[in-house]
Protein backbone atom coordinates (compact mmCIF):
# COMPACT_ATOMS: atom_id res chain seq x y z
CA UNK A 1 0.00 0.00 0.00
CA UNK A 2 1.23 3.33 -0.97
CA UNK A 3 2.17 5.79 1.72
CA UNK A 4 3.79 8.72 3.13
CA UNK A 5 4.37 9.73 6.04
CA UNK A 6 5.86 12.72 7.42
CA UNK A 7 7.47 13.65 10.59
CA UNK A 8 10.14 16.77 12.13
CA UNK A 9 7.17 18.91 13.33
CA UNK A 10 6.89 20.72 16.46
CA UNK A 11 7.00 23.83 18.48
CA UNK A 12 9.98 25.79 17.57
CA UNK A 13 10.81 29.49 19.06
CA UNK A 14 10.62 32.56 16.08
CA UNK A 15 13.69 32.69 14.03
CA UNK A 16 14.22 29.08 15.04
CA UNK A 17 14.93 25.61 12.53
CA UNK A 18 13.02 22.94 11.77
CA UNK A 19 13.66 19.95 9.41
CA UNK A 20 10.76 18.15 8.29
CA UNK A 21 10.75 14.75 6.50
CA UNK A 22 8.39 13.00 3.84
CA UNK A 23 8.89 9.32 3.82
CA UNK A 24 7.14 6.92 1.09
CA UNK A 25 6.91 3.72 1.45
CA UNK A 26 5.17 0.96 -1.08
CA UNK A 27 5.88 2.76 -4.49
CA UNK A 28 9.27 4.12 -5.67
CA UNK A 29 9.53 7.67 -4.83
CA UNK A 30 11.84 9.01 -7.92
CA UNK A 31 8.79 8.42 -10.15
CA UNK A 32 7.46 11.40 -8.31
CA UNK A 33 7.03 14.86 -7.88
CA UNK A 34 7.11 15.68 -4.92
CA UNK A 35 5.43 18.81 -3.06
CA UNK A 36 4.92 20.41 0.17
CA UNK A 37 1.38 22.23 1.90
CA UNK A 38 0.86 23.53 4.30
CA UNK A 39 -2.79 24.85 5.87
CA UNK A 40 -2.71 27.03 8.99
CA UNK A 41 -5.85 27.67 11.23
CA UNK A 42 -8.84 29.06 9.17
CA UNK A 43 -6.75 29.64 5.85
CA UNK A 44 -6.70 27.47 2.77
CA UNK A 45 -4.03 25.17 1.85
CA UNK A 46 -1.31 26.53 0.37
CA UNK A 47 1.70 24.97 -1.97
CA UNK A 48 5.11 25.99 -0.21
CA UNK A 49 7.48 24.23 -2.18
CA UNK A 50 8.04 21.47 -4.74
CA UNK A 51 11.17 19.28 -6.27
CA UNK A 52 10.82 17.36 -9.49
CA UNK A 53 11.68 13.23 -9.57
CA UNK A 54 15.18 14.00 -10.12
CA UNK A 55 15.54 16.87 -7.84
CA UNK A 56 16.46 18.92 -10.49
CA UNK A 57 13.78 21.98 -10.50
CA UNK A 58 13.09 23.21 -7.25
CA UNK A 59 10.42 25.82 -6.52
CA UNK A 60 8.92 28.06 -3.34
CA UNK A 61 6.34 29.98 -3.00
CA UNK A 62 7.35 33.36 -1.90
CA UNK A 63 6.56 33.61 1.47
CA UNK A 64 9.19 31.01 2.27
CA UNK A 65 11.66 31.88 -0.19
CA UNK A 66 15.61 32.18 0.44
CA UNK A 67 14.09 30.62 4.14
CA UNK A 68 13.02 27.28 3.32
CA UNK A 69 15.01 24.28 1.04
CA UNK A 70 13.22 21.45 -0.51
CA UNK A 71 15.92 17.99 -1.38
CA UNK A 72 15.58 14.30 -1.82
CA UNK A 73 17.15 11.66 -1.28
CA UNK A 74 15.62 8.65 -3.79
CA UNK A 75 17.90 6.17 -2.80
CA UNK A 76 16.24 6.46 0.91
CA UNK A 77 12.71 7.37 -0.53
CA UNK A 78 12.48 10.66 1.49
CA UNK A 79 12.15 13.95 0.56
CA UNK A 80 13.54 17.27 3.27
CA UNK A 81 12.26 20.40 3.48
CA UNK A 82 14.56 22.71 5.71
CA UNK A 83 12.91 25.42 7.46
CA UNK A 84 14.82 28.21 9.02
CA UNK A 85 14.09 31.84 10.32
CA UNK A 86 10.68 30.26 11.68
CA UNK A 87 7.72 33.44 11.46
CA UNK A 88 5.15 32.71 13.37
CA UNK A 89 3.17 32.64 10.40
CA UNK A 90 4.80 29.70 9.01
CA UNK A 91 2.63 27.92 12.15
CA UNK A 92 0.37 25.14 10.22
CA UNK A 93 -0.23 21.55 9.29
CA UNK A 94 2.41 20.56 6.66
CA UNK A 95 1.80 17.87 4.49
CA UNK A 96 3.57 16.34 1.81
CA UNK A 97 1.66 15.20 -1.37
CA UNK A 98 3.72 12.95 -4.07
CA UNK A 99 2.49 13.78 -8.61
CA UNK A 100 3.22 10.70 -10.65
CA UNK A 101 5.69 12.14 -13.20
CA UNK A 102 7.77 11.21 -16.33
CA UNK A 103 8.94 14.88 -16.48
CA UNK A 104 11.77 17.43 -14.73
CA UNK A 105 9.70 19.58 -13.77
CA UNK A 106 7.11 19.94 -10.74
CA UNK A 107 3.42 21.56 -10.08
CA UNK A 108 0.87 22.03 -7.25
CA UNK A 109 -1.68 20.28 -8.78
CA UNK A 110 -2.91 17.07 -9.42
CA UNK A 111 -1.45 14.91 -6.33
CA UNK A 112 -1.52 10.84 -6.32
CA UNK A 113 -1.07 10.44 -3.25
CA UNK A 114 -1.24 12.52 0.16
CA UNK A 115 0.54 12.34 3.43
CA UNK A 116 -1.34 13.24 7.01
CA UNK A 117 0.65 16.18 8.11
CA UNK A 118 3.12 17.33 10.89
CA UNK A 119 2.00 19.91 13.50
CA UNK A 120 4.31 23.25 13.08
CA UNK A 121 4.07 25.93 16.15
CA UNK A 122 6.37 28.81 15.46
CA UNK A 123 5.85 30.60 18.61
CA UNK A 124 7.48 31.90 21.94
Known amino acids: QAQLAESGGGLVQPGGSLRLSCAAS????????IVWFRQAPGKEREGVSC????????NYADSVKGRFTISRDNAKNTVYLEMNTLKPEDTAVYFC?????????????????WGKGTLVTVSS
Open 26 to 33: GFTLANYA
Open 51 to 58: ISRRGGTT
Open 97 to 113: AADFTLGSSCQYRGMDY
